[in-house]
């Protein structure tokens, strides 16, 4: 008897004793805790001039919810910088955590894509997200970090409707003067 056929029937019963099967391949079991996501096309105008912010991807993760958001320039200057807070509220008006995402060089016409994750909370818990504008941009010639407050810069930003989350644009709370204590 030759060694050839041995070494095959050898082979063939550590194959068959190792779990591996002949014409095919098993696919591993769907991980519980991949997010969970949900896309669809950002909304580029809003039917004026303006900068348009659209949260157009959502991913529900079991302890996070994390939202993928747009910028486009409709505007005929250049955005050099723009800052925008996204506050989830929960319970009705409840502030549960604020994120702010810049956008830097957005030329018209051009588009920017950014992230922001809200951790220890499920996208389902978060009643809407508030878009506020601290007052940092440049926009143009006459809008810079020294000439913008709170608020100014929101005149140029539309919010498009999401169907993900709810979002609404919020006005920036103004700042309470806290008086000094007597000596």
Do not use: W
């Not at 950002?42 to 994390?66: F, N, Q, W």
């Not at 509220?89 to 409840?94: A, E, H, L, Q, T």
């Amino acid at each position: 008897m030759s060694k050839q056929p041995i070494l095959v029937l050898a082979l063939m019963a550590a194959v068959a004793a190792g779990g591996c099967q002949m014409g095919g391949t098993k696919e591993a079991p769907p991980n519980p805790n991949a997010p969970k996501i949900s896309r669809s096309d950002p909304v580029m105008t809003t039917g004026r001039k303006a900068v348009v912010l659209s949260i157009h991807m959502k991913k529900e993760y079991p302890d996070a919810c994390m939202l993928g958001m747009t910028l486009t320039n409709n505007l005929d200057v250049k955005v050099t910088n723009l800052s925008v807070r996204l506050t989830a509220f929960i319970r009705g008006d409840v502030k549960y955590d604020a994120i702010t995402r810049n956008f830097t060089e957005v030329k018209p016409t051009e588009k920017q894509y950014r992230e922001a994750t809200f951790t220890q909370i499920k996208c389902s818990e978060i009643d809407y997200i508030g878009i506020t504008d601290p007052g940092r941009c440049a926009i143009g010639e006459d809008m810079n970090r020294f000439t913008a407050a709170p608020g100014d810069c929101a005149k140029f930003v539309d919010v498009a409707v999401s169907p993900h989350i709810i979002v609404r644009k919020t006005k920036q709370p103004k700042l309470e003067q806290v008086a000094e204590p007597p000596l």
